[in-house]
């Protein structure tokens, strides 16, 4: 099984909202990514886990609470959000082996509009 | 300041043609290059990774090559179908520091036409 899910595909909220982003994956990967992307723009890393522990932030507004629950699942908690924060917010995941060139797998990605 | 850049940034092509799309990247030191392809919507597909010492790599019809000593690489897709039509994202990966950092390049926007 080489997927990465993520729910829900689409998602709308208002600026006073609390909405939640999941992910999963079941290849043993160790390391779990969160991305955004605009329109025709490459993704943009914000967060990384490795081993369940956050190792990277972005500087990315804390309206983004991200968390890691166990090894296989990844979500993104969002609060207050402004409508320039409608994206596509995508995970990946890869085995956690920095001496290797591991591919990062995504996800289909989460479509979100704020209004 | 490491940077991936790509071109063109838009190609048309019909049909059963040949195309090349560039990559050039100024990241150091240098890991390994990924390219990948986006269809609209929908997360990015690793097509193929190459490390330093490799210069060539298929997968199926896509074949990617890296000259690490000038910091380019090139996807070459052959006989392209409509479903090729999608963003080609070449994606560099450092060695040391925030390893698992990945620099994205900015995508070639491919559109096969019948």
């Known amino acids: 099984d080489t997927e990465v899910t993520q729910t829900p595909k689409h998602l709308v909220m208002g600026m006073t909202n609390k909405k939640s982003l999941k992910c999963e994956q079941h290849m043993g990967h160790r390391a779990m990514y969160w991305y955004k992307q605009k329109a025709k723009k490459p993704p943009e890393l914000m967060f990384v886990?490795?081993?369940?522990?956050?190792?990277i932030n972005e500087s990315v507004p804390s309206r983004f609470s991200p968390e890691c629950p166990n090894s296989s699942l990844l979500n993104l908690h969002l609060h207050a959000l402004q409508p320039e924060d409608s994206a596509l917010y995508l995970c990946?995941?890869?085995?956690?082996?920095?001496?290797?060139?591991?591919?990062?797998?995504f996800g289909p990605g989460t479509r979100l509009l704020v209004l | 300041k490491n940077q991936v850049e790509q071109s063109p940034q838009s190609l048309i092509i019909l049909e059963g043609k040949n195309c090349t799309l560039q990559c050039n990247y100024t990241v150091s030191p240098f890991s390994n290059l990924r390219w990948y392809k986006q269809d609209t919507g929908r997360g990015p597909v690793s097509l193929t990774i190459m490390t330093f010492s490799e210069n060539t790599k298929s997968n199926g019809r896509y074949t990617a090559t890296l000259d690490a000593d000038t910091k380019q690489s090139s996807l070459h897709i052959t006989a392209s179908q409509l479903s090729d039509s999608a963003s080609y994202i070449c994606v560099v990966r450092g060695y040391g520091g925030a390893t698992n950092k990945l620099i994205f390049g900015t995508g070639t926007l491919l559109a096969v036409q019948p």
């Open positions: 886990y490795s081993y369940e522990k956050l190792s």
């Open positions: 990946a995941s890869s085995q956690d082996r920095s001496d290797l060139p591991t591919t990062q797998y």
